[in-house]
């Protein structure tokens, strides 16, 4: 028996926990450097702003109705899902954390589940002032449609057992739910879906799987027999490593010059480089990508990408970023104003698995292994002391090129100057 716990419009959530002003006004969360909306406030939703939209389109239902724009504030979501995850392990043995705002319970053995759902609404509300909806069944993509039902209908106070409820109000239920809303449909498949006379989530469960896996795939196949309660997901306690660590942004102002796009690609492999440490890997292969601005096409177009072989597979920071800045002096073409960059490590390997080379000299091997300890201690102290505490001189120090935040609420939990203030009146 699966529980799906999921935080309530969380990066708006955030935002509000801090700042008491902002508890009843319609909110939006924007992308990097201030772009799109990537998240909405009930009251945001309820005003019908779309997700995606470009912010400067709204401007003026901003205006009329308060909406309050804020940057997105990395930082403050991943340390508040952390201690959502804290909370959650101590209501199952058995948990996976699917996203920043879901995780995946394991309540096999419970037999009042839906008392324990709220337990775990009220300690999150309590302790951390966040809303979570929870929805249990007997599969994963059965508990997602629970939540969804637990969040749309307040009758069931944010917790939705499926497993308990009767068979035809089930039926009822997923004959109005559209077949978008289906965990793995999305979009996707869900204009596919309408040809074939499925619009709702009984349309796809009363269909037969084997047809499914040859129209689709072996993967929507799995989804529907979840729908009809049989488990082919099960949890994964302990996430796989990842096969390919990227770490892109788009520029906060234009990038003309190859010093300047040089200390991004430094600044981005440091970041792709600590990710791969933190999964005890590390990589055959760099991929460098840099591009203009497609959404300009007055201007002058170009955009490149190129993969390197990495002689010797390493997690070192400085030989990565050396790689990287190399492989981007190759692709360069000055007379181009460009717009983002991206790092992708790939080939990735187990650290102890590492492949030897037959042309690894002692001095190649030795280096490896003094970068060791030293790749720990950066580690340890951009982790303790905020992170590009200690960086390469290669990412530069004043960063122009970062991306603009210009809203971005206080780290009011990673830092000690973002900590709010209260004074007497």
């Not at 028996?1 to 959530?13: E, G, H, I, R």
């Not at 804020?70 to 952390?82: E, F, Q, R």
């Not at 749309?152 to 106070?157: C, G, W």
């Not at 190759?330 to 960059?341: E, L, N, S």
Request: aromatic share 8%.
């Amino acid at each position: 028996m699966f529980a799906l716990v999921d935080c309530n419009n969380f990066y708006a959530s955030c935002e509000k926990l801090f700042d008491p002003k902002l508890a009843d006004r319609p909110l939006v969360v924007l992308s990097n450097n201030d772009g799109c909306v990537v998240a909405r406030s009930a009251e945001a939703k309820a005003l019908g702003v779309p997700m995606g939209e470009p912010w400067f389109k709204i401007q003026a239902l901003a205006r009329e109705h308060g909406i309050v724009a804020c940057s997105s504030n990395y930082a403050l979501y991943a340390d508040m899902s952390n201690r959502v995850v804290e909370i959650l392990s101590g209501f199952s043995s058995c948990m996976e954390v699917y996203s920043i705002d879901e995780s995946f319970l394991d309540l096999s053995g419970f037999t009042d589940r839906v008392a324990h759902g709220q337990r775990i609404r009220q300690r999150i509300a309590q302790w951390l002032g966040l809303p979570v909806c929870v929805g249990i069944a007997p599969t994963k993509t059965l508990a997602k449609l629970a939540n969804h039902i637990a969040k749309k209908d307040p009758a069931f106070e944010g917790v939705c057992d499926l497993a308990q409820m009767r068979v035809e109000e089930r039926d009822a239920r997923f004959g109005r739910i559209e077949v978008g809303e289906v965990w793995g449909v999305g979009r996707r498949f869900t204009e596919q879906l309408a040809a074939m006379d499925i619009h709702t989530v009984a349309d796809l469960a009363g269909t037969d799987p084997q047809a499914i896996r040859q129209r689709f795939s072996v993967v929507l196949e799995r989804t529907v027999r979840e729908l009809n309660g049989t488990a082919c997901l099960e949890l994964e306690e302990v996430a796989s490593p990842k096969q390919q660590i990227m770490a892109s942004r788009s520029f906060g102002q234009w990038v003309e010059d190859l010093p300047t796009l040089k200390e991004a690609v430094a600044a981005y492999t440091s970041r792709a480089a600590e990710k791969l440490r933190q999964q005890s890997c590390v990589a055959g292969a760099l991929t460098v990508m840099i591009r203009t601005n497609p959404f300009k096409p007055e201007a002058p177009q170009y955009q490149r990408s190129v993969t390197v072989p990495i002689p010797f597979p390493t997690d070192d920071t400085r030989a990565l970023v050396g790689i990287a800045t190399r492989t981007l002096a190759g692709i360069f073409r000055a007379g181009f104003v460009y717009q983002k960059a991206a790092v992708m490590l790939s080939e990735l390997s187990p650290r102890t698995q590492r492949q030897a080379s037959l042309f690894e000299d002692d001095q190649t091997s030795a280096s490896d292994t003094r970068a060791a300890p030293l790749m720990a201690a950066l580690d340890a102290i951009n982790q303790r002391w905020g992170r590009g505490t200690v960086r390469s001189l290669a990412a530069g120090v004043a960063q122009p090129w970062q991306m603009r935040r210009e809203r971005l609420s206080p780290a009011y939990t990673t830092s000690w100057d973002g900590l709010p203030i209260v004074r007497a009146g």
